[in-house]
């Protein structure tokens, strides 16, 4: 949310459904819903009592519970898949799918899209700009060598993204949906 429109950020307070209210006592509709919001909205009251019920019981136990053999049943049930891996966001099952791909294919390169948001994996700190590729944000190399492991290219760009992909060194592309 660095390149916020107005020149400032907006500092959330509270958040229900589709509704932001910031400190300033403004209320937004949301039309982003990132993260968990836009699985079910801001602090649907179900999860919002599923929540309190397990801080009260514990939390990062780093241990199976009941509740999540019932969770992965119903995942299994619902999505035909049978093993499922929870991570605390995005950017952890990005690392978890990016290592498991490169394990799989044996190539070491991760293809992602310029001015898409992919997590804070190095892999995605990339985008074109200029018709080069650089560093997105102003992120710092911190000593990794894009070249070797990023390829970027245009979002909806059909023949950069074949041509992107005919070298045969990149194990996994990451996209939005």
């Not at 990062?60 to 619902?78: A, H, I, N």
Request: charged share 20%; net charge negative; aromatic share 8%.
């Amino acid at each position: 949310m660095r390149r916020w429109a107005g020149g400032f950020p907006v500092y959330a307070a509270t958040a229900s459904g589709a509704h932001i209210s910031d400190i300033d006592g403004h209320d937004y509709v949301d039309f982003a819903l990132g993260d968990t919001g836009g699985m079910c909205g801001h602090a649907p009251e179900a999860v919002t009592r599923a929540a309190l019920r397990q801080l009260q019981n514990g939390t990062t136990m780093m241990l199976p519970t009941e509740d999540s053999l019932w969770v992965g049943t119903e995942l299994q049930r619902r999505f035909g898949l049978p093993y499922w891996t929870f991570t605390t966001s995005a950017t952890d099952a990005n690392r978890g799918a990016i290592r498991i791909a490169r394990m799989i294919t044996g190539r070491d390169k991760v293809l992602v899209f310029s001015g898409c948001y992919h997590g804070g994996v190095e892999e995605a700190h990339v985008e074109i700009r200029d018709g080069r590729v650089g560093l997105r944000n102003m992120i710092h190399p911190n000593g990794v060598n894009h070249s070797a492991v990023s390829k970027v290219v245009e979002f909806n760009d059909v023949a950069a993204l074949e041509t992107a992909l005919s070298a045969g060194d990149v194990a996994c592309v990451l996209t939005e949906h």
